[in-house]
């Protein structure tokens, strides 16, 4: 089963509305890292939260981090068009193989 | 600033045919380096990192190797491509003092289509 799992899969809201997007996982972190990916191309590193951080601020991004819950958030404020991307979330894992392990992904869909 | 290169951007190949797909980066040394493979709308899975020449980790039993032959330079190989093998391919890379746990630097991809 998967480490790092998005909710929901897929999003589309209208430009200009807030979108967030949550991911869980299941074992302890020292960090969680969110990623967006435009279509057809690598993925671009957003925002990196330790494990010791609740809630960490870059531009329109908002990610907070509950690791009682075992959980973080990405809140995009004010979207725009060119936010469509999928978005990634991204754990490391404390003991065993040293990796973050991605979750299969948010798709982001905003609507003009 | 550093920057990470792969080729080829697209590739279609037939089955049992060989793969080798090209990373490098510029402008760091002694990164820690990763190929993914992506699925269509799926995540991605690591397939092998490196922390140094030579030195290669496996994550998953498959069709395919990695090379480390040089600092900034990593292959991903096939003797005999599947049709499983189809796929998107990302290299990247991290600092190494920094281990594998922060941020990675992704390159643009390969596609490949085996058919």
């Known amino acids: 089963s998967q480490q790092g799992e998005e909710d929901p899969q897929a999003l589309s809201i209208q430009e200009g509305e807030n979108a967030t997007m949550n991911c869980s996982y299941k074992?302890?972190?020292?960090?969680l890292q969110w990623y967006r990916q435009n279509s057809g191309r690598g993925l671009v590193h957003l925002i990196l939260?330790?494990?010791?951080?609740r809630e960490k601020h870059s531009g329109r991004l908002r990610v907070t981090l509950d690791t009682s819950k075992k959980s973080s958030s990405l809140l995009i404020t004010a979207s725009r068009a060119a936010d469509t991307a999928s978005y990634f979330c991204?754990?490391?894992?404390?003991?065993?193989?040293?990796?973050?392990?991605f979750g299969q992904g948010t798709r982001l869909t905003i609507n003009p | 600033s550093q920057t990470i290169h792969q080729w080829p951007a697209t590739l279609v190949q037939p089955v049992g045919s060989p793969l080798s797909l090209e990373c490098t980066v510029e402008?760091?040394?002694?990164?820690?380096l990763y190929w993914y493979r992506q699925a269509a709308g799926r995540g991605l899975q690591l397939l092998f990192y490196?922390?140094?020449?030579?030195?290669i980790s496996s994550e998953v039993p498959q069709n395919l190797s990695a090379s480390r032959p040089q600092d900034r330079q990593f292959i991903l190989s096939s003797k005999k491509l599947l049709l499983s093998d189809s796929g998107f391919y990302l290299c990247?890379?991290?600092?190494?003092?920094?281990?594998?746990?922060?941020?990675?630097?992704f390159g643009p991809g390969t596609r490949l289509t085996v058919l």
């Open positions: 490196s922390v140094g020449i030579g030195q």
């Open positions: 402008g760091t040394s002694n990164p820690n």
């Open positions: 990247a890379w991290s600092v190494r003092q920094r281990g594998f746990r922060d941020e990675q630097f």
């Open positions: 074992t302890s972190i020292n960090n």
């Open positions: 939260i330790r494990s010791n951080e």
């Open positions: 991204a754990t490391d894992i404390i003991q065993g193989a040293q990796k973050l392990v």
